[in-house]
């Protein structure tokens, strides 16, 4: 139980990560990105590439790490330019097609190049680690931890201290307005699928030595966890996507403790569900969120 | 008399003797260009097809987004495959139970949809998918460890469909079967109503749609079908396991189909599903790019035509008409067109009212409060039979919640709503519609995106007393309804002088137009009581004279009750014979408008604290600058 607890707090750490990147993007353009979690998937791949000795280039793990981290930007980057910007007056469910359609590319691109056969990455740390409440925590889940809860206050913290930031929220707020006051929605717009991109791949990145293996298509099975995590936050708040991300991390890894052996496959998944289900029909604002007047 | 069939029919005939004839006997000709293998591609295009029409029943029809479609793609595999494969049902068995364990999924899916609407309840139709995906689908009973479910090819007598052509000849003729019964939904209120739905559901509402019974029916309809395509799908596969319809990818990818082909254009979807399924195959020479190309072309797609095959087809034809338009010097603003005669609508002769002793509509004690704001906090009205009764009073006072109350939008916390006589208070608003209770909005009650003719045959769905069986096999019953509502609409048109806008969809028609349809539409029901939101806003001041005339003509010739919001004081002053008056959610005052328009508190409750001016009455000028507050059109 105990090191259920500890795992959720992990996972949770990269489900928040990965809702925080949903929420930024649904902010600003009012639209699910289906291809959040496999920006993630693909830069694994590019990190395995330029990290891997007989596939690759055998480099270090920090360079395959910035690598994918440099890419998995790139790539949101270019989408906002050349597909959703171009869309902006368009029904919002046109876009949301447009990134299922990258979603469908990049794990395209996966099958092709790599196949379906199962990968690994190096390890960034080994050993065995440190002891908490009597369990070992491995190095890569501390770095995990450390790094997504240093990732979700700098970001909050640089959304509500820095002019940039303000205007970010303003425009989710309100698009026109602040326009009028001098935001410019174009930066806003690109910042918050670029940082939506690079999210996602450092989720993949910190999540990958946990599950041990990857494959094509495998971060976007954390998907429906991650929306789980947005919507405790009401899809509104960065902080609730996280501490929501945390939430459901935790009732993952408890629900697949006390259903260990049991017959029934996936349970977590079914958790999600109920939580999503649940939040949605009694507070659809969010769980974290204020009720609005 | 002699049968002569519909040239519809005999196009469907065609179809379906095409279906069966052309791939047996292509196959068996030239066996050497139509191959079995090619004929499975086709066959994979034609279970796409049928997909995506399910799909785009309920996402194009009816308004709700279904993200999770695999799942019951996968309930139909599943039930068909286990009934023939493991217990020796006949191939039609299978897929009828299919058909049933399709719906009965799809009303478990469809739930939440009568709390939720648009991303969320997207997002619950993707939670149950990846529990059925995850979970479900891998209970050993259904998945026998990944071995899967074995679907045999179907058996007729002795004559086994082993032959990819001569099982596609069976799902063609299956596809086209379902086409049409598509087409029969459209054709039908069961289509109208799930349009209202998707444009507007308070609007739906107002003309009588039972929005809950509707979209669950939306939900299993598109079930079944699902159920169907995915039996079909996967007797043609002859197997499937949970990678069949793999999450989330498949059922975001029939997603796909639907709106690239252009929401709600079945001729677009099933051209853009068949394409999914026909062309990858026919780029497998190129070894692993056909994915890569398809989903490329996808976002390309989506960028260059956000509506799909559809809209960029009708985006075409829109251009080329404003061209001809514009060489023809046309003017079309109609705003300032007076009103038509509206007592020359068409109303049914038996719905003339019948009188009562006591008062058509009876208020009392109302109270609302959203959060801890009282919008309403004990109001009062009283509308007797055959009179225009106004509603007055400053924005916030309100005056549309009680509106909302009174159809049913709203629940109060308490008081009692009364139509001759009957509590109707436990009424959803469609059963208030059908009541007798017709109303406007003030941002114009009507489904936007459908013409002026579909929005008078909308508004009639409460006259339309046929039933689901009619409406998807358009029985003679529902025929005949059909023409008779079809006469009425067309009547209607004329009579207020819109026949060359028929086809015109609402929101391309000018503000005062659309007042006149509105107006004309709530009429359509021959509404006991008309209730109509400030009317006159939007119209301009030549249009609101001749709408007093109107009034006045539906209550004399018609007689009619007429339950009025109006900011416009001298309409008020003119037509009404009663004048209530509500400020800060209460009903302050009523009388006739020239006894209300002179009360102190009346004054003060629109303008503010008493001032000297204000004692014992105000000029006419002022009275009716009194209509003109600042954030007109917003409050109420």
Same mark, same amino acid.
């Given at each position: 139980?105990?090191?259920?607890?500890?795992?959720?707090?992990?996972?949770?750490?990269?489900?928040?990560?990965?809702?925080?990147?949903?929420?930024?993007?649904?902010?600003?353009?009012?639209? +699910?990105?289906?291809?959040?979690?496999?920006?993630?998937?693909?830069?694994?791949?590019?990190?395995?590439?330029?990290?891997?000795?007989?596939?690759?280039?055998?480099?270090?793990?920090?360079?395959?790490?910035?690598?994918?981290?440099?890419?998995?930007?790139?790539?949101?980057?270019?989408?906002?330019?050349?597909?959703?910007?171009?869309?902006?007056?368009?029904?919002?469910?046109?876009?949301?097609?447009?990134?299922?359609?990258?979603?469908?590319?990049?794990?395209?691109?996966?099958?092709?190049?790599?196949?379906?056969?199962?990968?690994?990455?190096?390890?960034?740390?080994?050993?065995?680690?440190?002891?908490?409440?009597?369990?070992?925590?491995?190095?890569?889940?501390?770095?995990?931890?450390?790094?997504?809860?240093?990732?979700?206050?700098?970001?909050?913290?640089?959304?509500?201290?820095?002019?940039?930031?303000?205007?970010?929220?303003?425009?989710?707020?309100?698009?026109?307005?602040?326009?009028?006051?001098?935001?410019?929605?174009?930066?806003?717009?690109?910042?918050?699928?670029?940082?939506?991109?690079?999210?996602?791949?450092?989720?993949?990145?910190?999540?990958?030595?946990?599950?041990?293996?990857?494959?094509?298509?495998?971060?976007?099975?954390?998907?429906?966890?991650?929306?789980?995590?947005?919507?405790?936050?009401?899809?509104?708040?960065?902080?609730?996507?996280?501490?929501?991300?945390?939430?459901?991390?935790?009732?993952?890894?408890?629900?697949?403790?006390?259903?260990?052996?049991?017959? +029934?496959?996936?349970?977590?998944? +079914?958790?999600?569900?109920?939580?999503?289900?649940?939040?949605?029909?009694?507070?659809?604002?969010?769980?974290?969120?204020?009720?609005?007047? | 008399?002699?049968?002569?069939? &519909?040239? $519809?029919?005999?196009?469907?005939?065609?179809?379906?003797?095409?279906?069966?004839?052309?791939?047996?006997?292509?196959?068996?000709?030239?066996?050497?260009?139509?191959?079995?293998?090619?004929?499975?591609?086709?066959?994979?295009?034609?279970?796409?097809?049928?997909?995506?029409?399910?799909?785009?029943?309920?996402?194009?029809?009816?308004?709700?987004?279904?993200?999770?479609?695999?799942?019951?793609?996968?309930?139909?595999?599943? %039930?068909?495959?286990?009934? &023939?494969?493991?217990?020796?049902?006949?191939?039609?068995?299978?897929?009828?139970?299919?058909?049933?364990?399709?719906?009965?999924?799809?009303?478990?899916?469809?739930?939440?949809?009568?709390?939720?609407?648009?991303?969320?309840?997207?997002?619950?139709?993707?939670?149950?998918?990846?529990?059925?995906?995850?979970?479900?689908?891998?209970?050993?009973?259904?998945?026998?460890?990944?071995?899967?479910?074995?679907?045999?090819?179907?058996?007729?007598?002795?004559?086994?469909?082993?032959?990819?052509?001569?099982?596609?000849?069976?799902?063609?003729?299956?596809?086209?079967?379902?086409?049409?019964?598509?087409?029969?939904?459209?054709?039908?209120?069961?289509?109208?109503?799930?349009?209202?739905?998707?444009?507007?559901?308070?609007?739906?509402?107002?003309?009588?749609?039972?929005?809950?019974?509707?979209?669950?029916?939306?939900?299993?309809?598109?079930?079944?079908?699902?159920?169907?395509?995915?039996?079909?799908?996967?007797?043609?596969?002859?197997?499937?396991?949970?990678? %069949?319809?793999?999450?989330?990818?498949?059922?975001?990818?029939?997603?796909?189909?639907?709106?690239?082909?252009?929401?709600?254009?079945?001729?677009?979807?099933?051209?853009?599903?068949?394409?999914?399924?026909?062309?990858?195959?026919?780029?497998?020479?190129?070894?692993?790019?056909?994915?890569?190309?398809?989903?490329?072309?996808?976002?390309?797609?989506?960028?260059?035509?956000?509506?799909?095959?559809?809209?960029?087809?009708?985006?075409?034809?829109?251009?080329?008409?404003? *061209?001809?338009?514009? *060489?023809?010097?046309?003017?079309?603003?109609?705003? %300032?067109?007076?009103?038509?005669?509206?007592?020359?609508?068409?109303?049914?002769?038996?719905?003339?009212?019948?009188?009562?002793?006591?008062?058509?509509?009876?208020? $009392?004690?109302?109270?609302?409060?959203?959060?801890?704001?009282?919008?309403?906090?004990?109001?009062?009205?009283?509308?007797?039979?055959?009179?225009?009764?106004?509603?007055?009073?400053?924005?916030?006072?309100?005056?549309?919640?009680?509106?909302?109350?009174?159809?049913?939008?709203?629940?109060?916390?308490?008081?009692?709503?009364?139509?001759?006589?009957?509590?109707?208070?436990?009424?959803?608003?469609?059963?208030?519609?059908?009541?007798?209770?017709?109303?406007?909005?003030?941002?114009?009650?009507?489904?936007?995106?459908?013409?002026?003719?579909?929005?008078?045959?909308?508004?009639?769905?409460?006259?339309?007393?046929?039933?689901?069986?009619?409406?998807?096999?358009?029985?003679?019953?529902?025929?005949?309804?059909?023409?008779?509502?079809?006469?009425?609409? %067309?009547?209607?048109?004329?009579?207020?002088?819109?026949?060359?806008?028929?086809?015109?969809?609402?929101?391309?028609?000018?503000?005062?137009?659309?007042?006149?349809?509105?107006?004309?539409?709530?009429?359509?029901?021959?509404?006991?009581?008309?209730?109509?939101?400030?009317?006159?806003?939007?119209?301009?001041?030549?249009?609101?004279?001749?709408?007093?005339?109107?009034?006045?003509?539906?209550?004399?010739?018609?007689?009619?009750?007429?339950?009025?919001?109006?900011?416009?004081?001298?309409?008020?002053?003119?037509?009404?014979?009663?004048?209530?008056?509500?400020?800060?959610?209460?009903?302050?005052?009523?009388?006739?408008?020239?006894?209300?328009?002179?009360?102190?508190?009346?004054?003060?409750?629109?303008?503010?604290?008493?001032?000297?001016?204000?004692?014992?009455?105000?000029?006419?000028?002022?009275?009716?600058?009194?209509?003109?507050?600042?954030?007109?059109?917003?409050?109420?």
């Amino acid at each position: 139980m105990g090191q259920a607890l500890v795992s959720g707090v992990v996972v949770g750490g990269i489900f928040g990560l990965l809702a925080v990147g949903i929420v930024l993007v649904y902010k600003g353009a009012r639209v +699910i990105n289906f291809a959040q979690a496999e920006i993630g998937t693909f830069c694994l791949y590019v990190a395995y590439f330029v990290v891997d000795g007989d596939d690759g280039l055998g480099l270090p793990w920090i360079v395959g790490a910035l690598a994918a981290l440099v890419i998995g930007g790139l790539v949101s980057f270019a989408f906002e330019r050349l597909v959703v910007r171009r869309m902006f007056g368009a029904e919002r469910l046109s876009v949301a097609v447009a990134t299922i359609g990258l979603l469908l590319l990049l794990f395209s691109l996966e099958l092709k190049f790599f196949g379906s056969a199962p990968r690994f990455l190096a390890k960034p740390i080994d050993g065995l680690g440190p002891k908490v409440f009597g369990i070992f925590v491995s190095p890569t889940q501390l770095l995990a931890l450390v790094a997504a809860l240093a990732i979700g206050f700098g970001l909050t913290a640089f959304l509500q201290r820095t002019d940039f930031g303000l205007g970010v929220l303003a425009a989710a707020e309100d698009a026109n307005a602040a326009r009028l006051v001098g935001v410019p929605l174009a930066r806003v717009s690109a910042f918050s699928w670029t940082v939506a991109g690079a999210l996602s791949v450092i989720a993949a990145v910190l999540v990958e030595p946990t599950i041990g293996i990857f494959f094509p298509g495998v971060m976007t099975l954390l998907f429906v966890p991650a929306l789980a995590a947005a919507l405790v936050g009401g899809l509104s708040s960065i902080a609730g996507a996280f501490v929501g991300g945390l939430v459901i991390g935790v009732v993952d890894q408890v629900v697949r403790y006390l259903f260990l052996g049991s017959s +029934i496959a996936a349970p977590e998944i +079914i958790a999600s569900f109920l939580v999503i289900l649940v939040v949605l029909l009694i507070r659809p604002q969010g769980l974290l969120a204020r009720r609005a007047a | 008399m002699t049968y002569r069939p &519909t040239r $519809r029919q005999v196009t469907a005939l065609a179809v379906v003797v095409a279906a069966i004839v052309l791939p047996p006997l292509l196959s068996r000709l030239i066996p050497g260009v139509f191959t079995d293998a090619r004929a499975s591609m086709l066959g994979i295009g034609v279970t796409y097809a049928a997909m995506a029409l399910s799909l785009n029943l309920l996402m194009g029809y009816a308004g709700q987004i279904s993200l999770g479609h695999g799942a019951l793609l996968a309930t139909g595999a599943y %039930t068909s495959g286990i009934l &023939t494969g493991r217990y020796g049902w006949s191939y039609m068995f299978g897929v009828m139970v299919a058909m049933v364990m399709g719906a009965a999924i799809a009303f478990i899916v469809g739930l939440p949809a009568l709390r939720l609407r648009g991303i969320y309840l997207a997002i619950t139709t993707l939670g149950f998918a990846a529990v059925m995906d995850a979970a479900i689908l891998k209970i050993p009973y259904l998945s026998r460890g990944s071995a899967g479910v074995e679907l045999p090819r179907p058996v007729a007598n002795t004559f086994i469909f082993t032959e990819n052509a001569d099982y596609l000849a069976l799902i063609l003729v299956i596809t086209t079967v379902v086409w049409l019964l598509d087409a029969n939904v459209v054709r039908t209120k069961l289509g109208r109503a799930f349009f209202g739905i998707r444009e507007d559901e308070r609007v739906a509402q107002s003309f009588g749609v039972d929005v809950a019974r509707y979209k669950m029916i939306a939900f299993m309809l598109s079930g079944a079908l699902a159920g169907l395509a995915g039996a079909m799908h996967g007797h043609l596969l002859l197997f499937v396991e949970s990678r %069949t319809f793999a999450f989330p990818l498949f059922s975001l990818t029939i997603v796909a189909f639907v709106v690239i082909g252009g929401l709600g254009s079945r001729v677009g979807v099933v051209v853009a599903a068949a394409s999914f399924g026909v062309v990858p195959q026919l780029l497998r020479a190129v070894q692993g790019w056909d994915l890569i190309l398809g989903s490329a072309l996808l976002i390309f797609a989506m960028a260059r035509h956000p509506g799909g095959v559809a809209g960029a087809i009708a985006e075409a034809r829109e251009k080329k008409e404003i *061209r001809a338009a514009r *060489r023809q010097g046309e003017e079309d603003d109609a705003s %300032t067109q007076p009103l038509p005669d509206l007592a020359a609508l068409p109303l049914p002769i038996s719905d003339t009212p019948t009188a009562t002793s006591g008062p058509l509509l009876e208020v $009392r004690d109302i109270h609302v409060t959203f959060g801890g704001l009282k919008a309403v906090d004990g109001a009062d009205l009283v509308v007797p039979e055959g009179k225009i009764i106004g509603l007055i009073g400053p924005n916030g006072a309100g005056k549309t919640t009680l509106f909302n109350t009174i159809s049913g939008f709203v629940t109060p916390d308490a008081g009692v709503l009364k139509l001759r006589g009957n509590d109707i208070g436990a009424l959803a608003p469609h059963q208030r519609a059908q009541a007798g209770l017709g109303r406007t909005f003030q941002l114009v009650g009507l489904a936007k995106r459908l013409s002026v003719h579909q929005n008078l045959l909308l508004a009639q769905h409460a006259r339309a007393n046929y039933g689901l069986i009619s409406s998807l096999a358009y029985l003679p019953r529902a025929g005949r309804t059909e023409a008779d509502l079809e006469a009425r609409a %067309t009547e209607a048109l004329e009579a207020i002088g819109f026949a060359e806008f028929a086809d015109r969809p609402i929101d391309q028609l000018s503000g005062g137009q659309q007042r006149i349809v509105e107006i004309a539409c709530a009429l359509m029901n021959a509404p006991d009581l008309l209730m109509l939101d400030e009317p006159s806003a939007g119209m301009a001041p030549g249009v609101i004279e001749s709408l007093a005339l109107r009034l006045r003509q539906l209550r004399d010739e018609l007689g009619r009750t007429i339950l009025i919001i109006e900011h416009h004081i001298p309409l008020v002053m003119d037509v009404c014979d009663e004048v209530w008056v509500m400020a800060s959610g209460r009903t302050l005052a009523h009388g006739s408008p020239q006894e209300v328009i002179a009360r102190t508190d009346v004054i003060e409750a629109y303008l503010g604290a008493p001032t000297l001016a204000g004692v014992g009455g105000v000029p006419r000028s002022a009275a009716a600058g009194l209509g003109r507050p600042a954030a007109r059109g917003m409050g109420g």
